[in-house]
């Protein structure tokens, strides 16, 4: 019923600039959180930024004033913009999201993933 879908990842050279987007659709209530993390090869999954349904977001010191998440409720829609990409960011990106739908229960989502690839 619910289903997040992540788009605008790609190939960027380093110092580039990518937005990504996260639309949730299906049943929806009411979105709670929503995160953008990060899982590269090897590596264990890594929370980049949060922000609540009332706009408070939070960082990774990793990204932290490089990346900006910000979401659009009219949408359903979270975004990371990331600016000074660095080649260590290379990895694929997963939105995550707390929905309330049909269950009435809130629950966890996660989208597909995006894959951001940083050159050099």
């Known amino acids: 019923q619910v289903q997040l879908v992540e788009s605008g990842g790609g190939l960027v050279q380093a110092g580039g600039s990518l937005r990504l987007s996260c639309k949730a659709s299906g049943i929806i209530f009411s979105i709670n959180a929503m995160a953008w993390y990060r899982q590269a090869p090897g590596k264990q999954r890594e929370l980049l930024a949060g922000?609540?349904?009332?706009?408070?977001?939070n960082y990774a010191d990793s990204v932290k004033g490089r990346f900006t998440i910000s979401r659009d409720n009219a949408k359903n829609t979270a975004y990371l913009q990331m600016n000074s990409l660095k080649p260590e960011d290379t990895a694929v990106y997963f939105c995550?999201?707390?929905?309330?739908?049909?269950?009435?229960?809130?629950?966890?989502?996660w989208g597909q993933g995006t894959q951001v690839t940083v050159s050099s």
């Open positions: 922000i609540t349904s009332g706009g408070s977001t």
């Open positions: 995550n999201a707390d929905i309330l739908s049909t269950d009435y229960r809130q629950k966890d989502y």
